[in-house]
């Protein structure tokens, strides 16, 4: 009987190490911006979500993202961008999110996942995605990159529709993609307590209006609840 139990608990064993062993595989396609869920191109400092199989652990979703620096490796999934590894925050067997170099330039860039969670290095096929100056998205409350956007104001952290802004008040929008930034920051950190302001000129329309931007550049990293890679630009209701 014990017998019995000891072999149904390799065989489990056995069957888990298998499906962690299976290559990681995703198309240029798969690559979306994590906040707008728009694919295409990525931009320097950008927070990118891969779709795909095998991409992570195949029975939990795993989060790196509570401490900084973001690691390179995240419960054994590794991202390479032109080779280098750079932080990753989340990784499930579907889904890695990781966060794009400030310092890639020209037009593609060559990405690679590999994985560790057999004990051994597999490693996806390398694939090539184009690489833009900027790529700026909008987080929403849905998470689905449409609908009410995810954004705080004057009186807080704004949840719900049931909450709107009213003109003349100060809102903050976040997101990602807004590109390098002045002065520079590394890959993985917190943006600095002072201004980070993106290098690109960031400008914004509401019901096709034109509207002021105050300030767009990295989320400070002394604001309560700051996220590696998040973006945010601030102007005043018209």
């Given at each position: 009987?014990?017998?019995?139990?000891?072999?149904?608990?390799?065989?489990?064993?056995?069957?888990?190490?298998?499906?962690?062993?299976?290559?990681?595989?995703?198309?240029?396609?798969?690559?979306?911006?994590?906040?707008?869920?728009?694919?295409?191109?990525?931009?320097?400092?950008?927070?990118v979500n891969i779709t795909g199989s095998n991409l992570g652990d195949p029975s939990f979703f795993r989060s790196c993202s509570g401490s900084t620096p973001i690691p390179t490796i995240c419960f054994g999934i590794s991202v390479l961008v032109n080779g280098a590894a750079t932080p990753v925050l989340y990784n499930s067997a579907s889904q890695v999110t990781f966060q794009a170099p400030f310092n890639i330039?020209?037009?593609?860039?060559?990405?690679?996942?590999?994985?560790?969670?057999?004990?051994?290095?597999?490693?996806?096929?390398?694939?090539?995605?184009?690489?833009?100056?900027?790529?700026?998205?909008?987080?929403?409350?849905?998470?689905?990159?449409?609908?009410?956007?995810?954004?705080?104001?004057?009186?807080?952290?704004?949840?719900?529709?049931?909450?709107?802004?009213?003109?003349?008040?100060?809102?903050?929008?976040?997101?990602?993609?807004?590109?390098?930034?002045?002065?520079?920051?590394?890959?993985?950190?917190?943006?600095?307590?002072?201004?980070?302001?993106?290098?690109?000129?960031?400008?914004?329309?509401?019901?096709?209006?034109?509207?002021?931007?105050?300030?767009?550049?990295?989320?400070?990293?002394?604001?309560?609840?700051?996220?590696?890679?998040?973006?945010?630009?601030?102007?005043?209701?018209?």
């Amino acid at each position: 009987m014990r017998t019995s139990l000891i072999g149904i608990t390799v065989s489990c064993s056995f069957w888990a190490f298998s499906a962690a062993a299976q290559t990681p595989t995703f198309t240029a396609a798969s690559f979306v911006n994590a906040a707008s869920m728009v694919s295409g191109t990525i931009a320097p400092g950008m927070l990118v979500n891969i779709t795909g199989s095998n991409l992570g652990d195949p029975s939990f979703f795993r989060s790196c993202s509570g401490s900084t620096p973001i690691p390179t490796i995240c419960f054994g999934i590794s991202v390479l961008v032109n080779g280098a590894a750079t932080p990753v925050l989340y990784n499930s067997a579907s889904q890695v999110t990781f966060q794009a170099p400030f310092n890639i330039s020209g037009g593609t860039a060559t990405i690679q996942v590999t994985s560790n969670l057999s004990g051994r290095t597999i490693s996806s096929g390398v694939v090539n995605v184009p690489v833009a100056a900027t790529a700026p998205g909008l987080y929403t409350i849905s998470g689905a990159g449409t609908g009410t956007g995810y954004y705080s104001s004057e009186g807080g952290l704004i949840a719900s529709i049931s909450q709107p802004v009213p003109p003349g008040t100060v809102v903050v929008l976040f997101g990602t993609g807004f590109g390098a930034t002045s002065p520079t920051v590394a890959a993985g950190t917190l943006g600095p307590n002072t201004a980070a302001a993106a290098v690109a000129s960031v400008t914004m329309t509401i019901n096709n209006q034109s509207v002021p931007v105050t300030f767009a550049g990295l989320e400070p990293g002394n604001l309560a609840g700051a996220v590696v890679g998040y973006d945010e630009v601030v102007f005043t209701v018209p």
